[in-house]
């Protein structure tokens, strides 16, 4: 992470009975817990680590509609209004700003698509500005080079990953909610069917409702009750620089690297959808589903080494719910970084922004993404097992969505009118042989 994760409060004592129980303290989990606390139910989020200590910390922090799926992009637009409406209700702060994300492009292709984009997002409300090449060019001067064209999306923005999950989850506990870290749940109890229960390394929390949104672990821990949810982890390496003067943009994308400038004036940079995908059983169980992605992303996405056994996120064997699970042996996936993706990163950013040269490397890291055959998430209620609602695969998008996520898993939880229609999120759909369109990410 850019900067250091700030710390939260965890709750002394473990409630006998919740009405919701959200197992993962990722982005998603914290917002839908959040959402239901504000609507007076009782809810308890149970995180195996820290709160935001995995991927939700180990992102680029944009907050986009810009070239949205189309079937995130009403999630993507109500989640930014949220951000802003968060930290009015709370008083706490995620970092987040209306800065604008700003593409680069020599791609006629590429320039074409964002123009058609351009055309739909309007239908949904949504204001982009197509830049001309003088335009482009002289936005993007930083870089010293002309540009065939840009886009720029002024009502899109950044939040701060290092903040923004355990500010939320400090406003659950201001609500009457309660956080538990360092507290894996092992399985799920049932009655007549249903859920009635979560299983914890602490003890049983007896509730109705049990959201499971536990990132790149989902599958796994589906996998113990009997669902099937096919589910596969790349690794992204991720390279911090330290701050540097004013004169870079606050956000660049191009087909070759991004960057992001954080609240401290430093910098991430990162290639968007490279990354390792690491073999473990169920990457081979699920191998056939994914072939059309990892086809489509053949250049940026290889083959990787040892860490996802070392995470043991993607485990195939069976959980007792008396004994220690593979979560509780590995309470934080911090995988190591793609030592030649870092290196092509870097060179690729001082490439584009020459003054990078004069900032060096302070950190880097890696992270899972989790992802599934079609790159959008599955959010509703599992047919096989009433009360368990699947929150996961959010594909590399999940943070700057996390607010739309959460209102609308809260929405499924409490039997309140969906915010957006959840239809496109089904996870029912993950049964069907084709696998639909697959979107970027």
Known sequence: MSQPLRLVETSPTLPASADVVVIGGGIIGVFTAYYLARRGLSVAVVEKGRIGAEQSSRNWGWCRQQNRDARELPMATKSIDLWEKFAAETGEDTGFRRCGLFYLSNDEAEISRWASWRDFARTAGVTTHMLSGAEATERGRATGRAW????????????DPSKAA?????AILKL????????????????GGRVSGVVTEAGTIKTGIAVMAGGAWASSFCRQLGIRFPQATIRQSIVHVSP??????DTLFTAGVAITRRSDGSYTLAISGRGRVDPTAQLMRFAPQFLPMFAKRWRNVWPGGLEGL????????????DAPTPMERVRILDPKPDPAGVRETRRRAVDLLPDLARAPVTSTWAGYIDSTPDGVPGIGEVAELPGFILAAGFSGHGFGIGPGAGHLIADLASGAKPIFDPASFNPARFKQSSWGKVADF
């Open 148 to 159: 065939k064209g840009g886009v720029f999306s002024p009502s899109d923005g950044t939040a």
């Open 166 to 170: 355990p500010a939320v989850a400090a």
């Open 176 to 191: 009457g909610g309660s956080v538990h870290q360092n507290c894996a749940a092992r399985g799920i109890e049932r009655e």
């Open 244 to 249: 540097m003067a004013a004169g870079l943009p």
């Open 310 to 321: 070392r995470g043991g996120h993607e485990s195939v064997t069976r959980w007792r719910l």
